[in-house]
């Protein structure tokens, strides 16, 4: 089994990563104060990924879990819904090289699909 030995918690991401763990938020706040999401996350699997920057060895961890977007537009309104992420995070960069992000609003629809990857990195 791999393990990581850096020790944090970000969320979705709770450290040392050790294949089999998993983790839960619940209402983390997003950045711009328009909503929260909570999950269940677990590490999946340590695997090779290749990205423009290059092939890393990462912790696969996958996500699912549900968000809710509050809004003020005179009375509080709001939706929700649900989403997947998969997010692959390499000891050696120190952060994840390539995430997938995928939400479902309340009827079921497709709202958001989105993917990052590391295009380049330079060790120091």
């Known amino acids: 089994m791999h393990d990581s030995k850096i020790e944090m918690c ?3 991401l709770t450290f040392p990563l050790r294949v089999g763990n998993k983790t839960n938020y619940d209402k983390r706040p997003w950045r711009n104060g328009n ?3 909570s999950a269940t996350c677990a590490v ?3 695997e090779e990924v ?3 920057a290059g092939t890393f060895e990462t912790f696969r961890v996958e ?3 549900n968000w809710i977007r509050v809004t003020v537009a005179g009375p509080m309104q709001g939706n929700a819904g649900r989403y997947e992420e998969t997010i692959w995070y390499s000891p050696k960069v120190n952060r994840s090289v390539k995430s997938a992000y995928t939400a ?5 629809r ?3 699909k989105n993917q990052t990857e590391l295009v ?4 120091k």
């Open 120 to 123: 380049e990195f330079v060790a």
């Open 104 to 108: 479902y609003g309340t009827s079921g």
């Open 35 to 37: 909503g929260h999401d």
């Open 50 to 52: 290749t990205v423009p």
């Open 110 to 112: 497709l709202d958001i």
């Open 63 to 65: 996500c699912e879990g």
């Open 44 to 46: 999946k699997a340590f």
């Open 10 to 12: 970000d969320g979705s």
